[in-house]
């Protein structure tokens, strides 16, 4: 079985420029986030997709930041305009709905640097 | 709001010593545990999780980990470390109610042979 696949697997744009990060979930499972860590720091939530409807976007940093989910598959994560300090590791993460024993299987992350 | 503690940024073990990375967490009811691991180069797997019964629990690649309550901990072991060990290890809890899941800061080990 395929696991969380995230493209592209580096990006360096340039301050002021758009970048569109990609998430394929597990087939099958409906649950996607996006997480964030930015150099030293923990790893922080971005939001929660259930199928296609976004169920908590608590962690969206500004308005500089668009996720979407059409259809329920993919995500995208779009960055417009990008700053320096956006720069930092874009995970992506999918679960099958369990409740209380849900269990996130993580990409292998995007590394975004904004000069 | 929940918070982890991992108090060790940097460990650095011998080749076949044993290996106790510390996690700490902060929420007032049950919490559900995980620890992840990151290899150089990969992204997060999943080395263990905790949702209740024996405190105990074992996980991939030989770690076991174990819940207390007492001391709000679920400290990382494995009793001879490997050379492939070396990476980032992050503890991280989610509370059930709301999915997303609060991590530490991670604690990278470095394995000398």
């Known amino acids: 079985e395929a696991g969380v696949t995230q493209f592209p697997s580096h990006s360096v744009i340039e301050k002021g420029q758009t970048v569109t990060l990609r998430c394929d979930p597990i087939s099958g499972h409906d649950n996607l986030y996006w997480y964030r860590r930015v150099m030293g720091k923990e790893i922080k939530f971005l939001l929660h997709f259930v199928k296609e409807s976004k169920q908590d976007e608590s962690g969206m940093p500004n308005n500089r930041f668009l996720a979407e989910r059409t259809g329920g598959t993919y995500s995208t994560l779009k960055v417009q305009p990008a700053e320096l300090e956006d720069s930092g590791v874009y995970f992506c993460?999918?679960?099958?709905?369990?409740?209380?024993?849900?269990?996130?299987?993580f990409g292998p992350g995007t590394r975004l640097t904004v000069l | 709001a929940q918070s982890v503690t991992q108090p060790d940024i940097h460990i650095t073990v011998s080749e076949g010593a044993s290996l106790e990375l510390r996690c700490n967490y902060s929420?007032?009811?049950?919490?559900?545990l995980f620890w992840y691991v990151q290899s150089p180069g990969q992204g997060l797997q999943l080395l263990l999780k905790y949702f209740s019964g024996d405190t105990l629990v074992q996980g991939i690649k030989g770690f076991e980990a174990e819940f207390k309550r007492s001391q709000s901990s679920f400290n990382l072991r494995k009793p001879s470390v490997h050379w492939s060990d070396a990476a980032e290890y992050f503890c991280?809890?989610?509370?059930?109610?709301?999915?997303?899941?609060?991590f530490g800061t991670g604690t990278r080990l470095q394995v000398t042979l």
């Open positions: 993460a999918s679960s099958i709905p369990s409740g209380l024993t849900d269990t996130q299987y």
């Open positions: 929420y007032g009811a049950t919490p559900y």
């Open positions: 991280a809890v989610h509370t059930g109610t709301a999915s997303k899941l609060t």
